[in-house]
T-cell receptor, first 114, second 112 residues
Framework: GNSVTQMEGPVTLSEEAFLTINCTYT??????LFWYVQYPGEGLQLLLK?????DKGSNKGFEATYRKETTSFHLEKGSVQVSDSAVYFC?????????????FGTGTLLAVQP | DVKVTQSSRYLVKRTGEKVFLECVQD?????MFWYRQDPGLGLRLIYF???????EKGDIPEGYSVSREKKERFSLILESASTNQTSMYLC???????????FGQGTRLTVV
C-alpha cells in the first residue's frame, strides 16, 4: 500500500544551521508529494509540493526534490531561524482515483535555538 | 484567501455525550476530510467525502460518523464520546485530485 516514512524527532538545531528532514515513500506509480508545517496551536499549512519526478518544490528558503529512483522527498533549508520551530509533515497523494486522500508521515518536531 | 473554518478551537465534553464537530470551507472543493492527530501517530484519516451526501471510511472510523448535506459543510459526529477520543481533530478540503489540501485550525477535544 501507500505509506510515508519520515525521520523521528525532535531535531534540535542552532540558528543558522543547515536542516535536513528525511522522507521516503512507498507508492505505485507517481504520487504527488507535499511538505506541510504546523506551528504551535495551529492547523497544517502547505510548505511546498512536487507533482512529478525531478521536480523541486521551494518556499520560504525550504527545498525538496522529488527523487523517483530513491523514492525520497527530503526537506532542506540552508540556514534555519528560531521562527522555523514547528512540526513538519511529509505527505503523498496517491496517483489516480477521484479523490486525493493525503497520506501523512508521523511528523518531525524541529526546535531551533538562538 | 482560501479558508477552512472549524467551529471550535477547544471543546470539553463528558463521556457518553454526543459531540458534533463542524467544518466549513469557502473554496467550492469537492473533497473534504476529517483527520485525527495524536503524538507519535501523525495524522490518521477518520472519514472523507468526495461529494454531497457521499462518504467513505478512512483508517480509523470506529466510534465516528459524518454528515455532508451541503458542499461547503462537513460534520464529524462522535456518537458516544469516550476518553480515548481525546485528541486534536483537523478538517481539510481539496480539489482536484493531486492538488494540495487546505486545513482548518484544528479542534482540541478533551473527553472527561
Amino acid at each position: 500500500g501507500n505509506s510515508v516514512t519520515q525521520m523521528e524527532g525532535p531535531v534540535t538545531l542552532s540558528e543558522e544551521a543547515f536542516l535536513t528532514i528525511n522522507c521516503t515513500y512507498t507508492a505505485t506509480g507517481y504520487p504527488s508529494l507535499f511538505w506541510y508545517v504546523q506551528y504551535p496551536g495551529e492547523g497544517l499549512q502547505l510548505l511546498l509540493k512536487a507533482t512529478k519526478a525531478d521536480d523541486k518544490g521551494s518556499n520560504k528558503g525550504f527545498e525538496a526534490t522529488y527523487r523517483k529512483e530513491t523514492t525520497s522527498f527530503h526537506l532542506e533549508k540552508g540556514s534555519v531561524q528560531v521562527s522555523d520551530s514547528a512540526v513538519y509533515f511529509c505527505a503523498l497523494s496517491p496517483p489516480g482515483g477521484a479523490t486525493n486522500k493525503l497520506i501523512f508521515g508521523t511528523g518531525t518536531l524541529l526546535a531551533v535555538q538562538p | 484567501d482560501v479558508k477552512v473554518t472549524q467551529s471550535s478551537r477547544y471543546l470539553v465534553k463528558r463521556t457518553g455525550e454526543k459531540v458534533f464537530l463542524e467544518c466549513v470551507q469557502d473554496m467550492d472543493h469537492e473533497n473534504m476530510f476529517w483527520y485525527r492527530q495524536d503524538p507519535g501517530l501523525g495524522l490518521r484519516l477518520i472519514y472523507f467525502s468526495y461529494d454531497v451526501k457521499m462518504k467513505e471510511k478512512g483508517d480509523i472510523p470506529e466510534g465516528y460518523s459524518v454528515s455532508r448535506e451541503k458542499k461547503e459543510r462537513f460534520s464529524l459526529i462522535l456518537e458516544s464520546a469516550s476518553t480515548n477520543q481525546t485528541s486534536m481533530y483537523l478538517c481539510a478540503s481539496s480539489s482536484p485530485p493531486g492538488a494540495e489540501a487546505f486545513f482548518g485550525q484544528g479542534t482540541r477535544l478533551t473527553v472527561v
